[in-house]
DNA sequence: CTAGGAGTTCAACATTTGTTGAAGTCAACC
DNA sequence: GGTTGACTTCAACAAATGTTGAACTCCTAG
């Protein structure tokens, strides 16, 4: 059974105007009818819906692309298995660059100097003996 | 010691015309000399630092214009672990969304059904018997 | 005092991820 | 066969986050 973009649009829930930026990118594709209309796949519901699960990971429409291109037309199951896994192992290294930043706050170099007397920046950083008028 | 746009960039590792786009912003401020040239604060190296963590960690823009309007100009060290403490729990946020999805991936709903037998669209969210012709 | 590197503003461009609107075509239902 | 809602393409816009370039001014060193 054939999905036109709004069914797909509607089932998956984004808008159509998102399914056709998709399709542009190579995220999605479709037949198209003898007038030149889409026409998606049920698999394709899934694959939207990935899309966006992949976007809330961090994952750019590029990055998607790429993780959808070892895809297959009409998928397996263990396909989609594979996918999830990837996605899991991407979201993983998200936290783990967001814990790397916590340590970077909280951590010994203390993001910044906490006192500030005289010399913060050291002197050759600064290009001159500045003053304000 | 005020420092110029140049000075600010290279102590805190950004672009100058990033310093001037986060001043445009309202992230930073600067006095002018008489001759138009902006003078910063050796604080405001910290603060630009902290604009870049705090980006890292997600936060737009405005995002870290909210938090940085809570800042004193010339902040005691009590006001760098308040904002310290503010990121800290944004960042824990954002690690509770990433694993919010990384539930929703591999947690009960499946995300997709992974079995494609006949109906996996509910025929109701079909507009109708579209063929391809 | 003057030269030259560094500063200024402003506009345009770049990228990402779409949305909106106009103008025109399709296709499902009666 | 008509009607009408849904589809098509294409261009323009939008917001975020800057970068780049032109044209011009400043200020520090010598």
């Given at each position: 059974m054939a999905l036109t973009v709004g069914d797909l649009a509607r089932a998956s829930g984004v808008n159509p105007s998102a399914v056709r930026?998709?399709?542009?990118h190579?995220?999605?594709?479709?037949?198209?009818?003898?007038?030149?209309?889409r026409r998606f796949q049920d698999a394709d519901v899934c694959r939207t819906k990935?899309?966006?699960?992949?976007?809330?990971v961090g994952l750019s429409v590029a990055e998607i692309r790429q993780v959808l291109d070892d895809l297959p037309p009409d998928p397996a199951p263990g396909d989609w298995?594979?996918?999830?896994?990837?996605l899991v192992a991407e979201a993983h290294r998200r936290i783990s660059q967001l814990q790397q930043v916590l340590g970077e706050i909280t951590g010994g170099e203390k993001l910044c100097e906490?006192?500030?007397?005289?010399?913060?920046?050291?002197?050759?950083?600064?290009?001159s003996g500045r003053h304000l008028a």
């Open positions: 930026f998709y399709e542009a190579g995220l999605l594709s479709a037949e198209r009818t003898s007038g030149n209309q990935v899309i966006r699960v992949a976007q809330r298995r594979r996918l999830a896994e990837s906490l006192e500030e007397p005289a010399g913060l920046l050291p002197d050759r950083l600064r290009s």
